[in-house]
């Protein structure tokens, strides 16, 4: 491995477990983040002539903390104000144990969620620190530009610094209030890794949810969230569009006896997110993702019962995206020209503009119609949207399979 894909192979292993621990030990994330960034550009300078450390991880630590305290030495004010910081993160009291929250990374999850800042900017602040996403991947996430996306990340910042919000482990009652942010964030992580085919993303966010489920053993929704992930993971075909294949990676690449584990350590879980009351928005995910787990292949799954699950989860979370894949649900379930008649309804819905698993939809049931010209029209639409390689290169093989049909 060369110096440059070992940076980068730390990078994506160590930065979020960096970034946190050093916000825990200096309690401010703009210093935080420059620091790290630092480290690694010295890494990329020194590793090509010194070779990469045996310990990278600890070698980026060692030197990130020691830009931190060069720079609090030569800016006397950033260190009164982190002073500041600290002595109010003291009379706020001690956090937990250390083995009550294993992993700094998931405490600073839980401080990204204080509700002192927008909803939309924690779930941002979050995926960019400590999900490992860059500013583009999270703007995907949300659905809008990544300038926008940007600008929503620095003023997550700003209200931090301005509001003196102390980088600390939130006390018992107030987890449960801030725990809806935080399962989003993890997921967001979990499905920007399926699509891109980045198992260092999805394995990260299914190891954030073990740990946050030994934390909340309880809570019916952080068992819904490990179980849908584990049974996504699981499958061993793409997760279905409207055609009933997708982009998404098949799992058997990572081993038959690892994936049947997973699948039934999900389905296990998927009884306990669905009993002792009404079940919740990840815990009704994860009975649909059940459903396709037991299915042989895309055909055979039960539809009419992923229909009426989608319904029920219309009716906890409304959302244009959530219709679009009761759509493609309809579509196996009727027919084609049904999910098409749903789809074309959500046109106008401005969420949907640039979305291109909704475009990719539409394609896919004019193909199956046999609307070859219209359905390579929106390919090529949803191959402009595409944000990950695996999507382009899904689609690309669907443009071919219609020409090569063309020329036949």
């Not at 890494?43 to 600890?58: H, M, Y």
């Not at 989003?184 to 954030?208: M, N, V």
């Amino acid at each position: 491995m060369i110096p440059g894909q070992a940076v980068e192979a730390v990078f994506r292993e160590e930065h979020g477990r960096l970034l946190a621990a050093l916000v825990r030990r200096f309690g401010d994330l703009d210093l935080a983040e420059e620091v790290t960034s630092e480290a690694i550009e010295t890494a990329l300078s020194r590793w090509p002539v010194d070779g990469v450390p045996p310990n990278p991880g600890a070698w980026l630590m060692t030197t990130a903390r020691r830009k931190a305290v060069d720079r609090l030495r030569r800016d006397a004010a950033l260190a009164a104000r982190l002073a500041v910081l600290q002595v109010e993160a003291d009379r706020a009291g001690p956090a937990p144990a250390t083995d009550e929250f294993p992993d700094d990374r998931l405490q600073l999850f839980f401080t990204c969620a204080h509700p002192a800042l927008a909803a939309e900017d924690r779930i941002a602040l979050t995926l960019r620190c400590l999900g490992g996403l860059s500013t583009p991947e999270v703007a995907r996430a949300f659905l809008v530009p990544t300038q926008t996306m940007a600008k929503r990340i620095t003023r997550a910042k700003h209200r931090i610094r301005a509001a003196r919000i102390p980088f600390r482990v939130p006390g018992p009652d107030e987890l449960p209030h801030r725990l809806p942010v935080v399962l989003q964030a993890i997921y967001s992580i979990f499905t920007e890794g399926y699509a891109a085919k980045r198992t260092d993303l999805t394995g990260e966010a299914i190891r954030l949810a073990r740990i946050l489920r030994r934390l909340m053993p309880a809570d019916r929704e952080v068992a819904g969230l490990l179980a849908l992930m584990l049974l996504t993971h699981a499958r061993r075909w793409p997760a279905p569009d409207a055609a009933g294949d997708g982009a998404g990676p098949a799992g058997a690449a990572d081993g038959g006896a690892a994936l049947v584990g997973a699948a039934e350590e999900g389905a296990a879980l998927v009884v306990v997110a669905l009993t002792g009351g009404a079940a919740g928005f990840y815990g009704v995910q994860a009975a649909i993702a059940a459903l396709h787990a037991e299915a042989p292949d895309p055909e055979s799954a039960d539809w009419p019962q992923i229909v009426a699950l989608y319904d029920v989860l219309l009716s906890i979370a409304p959302s244009p995206v959530i219709a679009v894949n009761r759509a493609a649900a309809v579509a196996m379930r009727d027919g084609p020209e049904a999910g098409l008649a749903l789809l074309d309804a959500l046109a106008g819905e401005p969420l949907l503009r640039g979305y291109g698993p909704y475009t990719s939809a539409r394609a896919d049931l004019l193909s199956r119609l046999g609307r070859r010209g219209e359905a390579e029209e929106a390919y090529r639409a949803a191959l402009r949207q595409a944000g990950t390689d695996a999507e382009r290169a899904f689609l690309r093989d669907r443009i071919d399979r219609i020409d090569g049909i063309d020329r036949l």
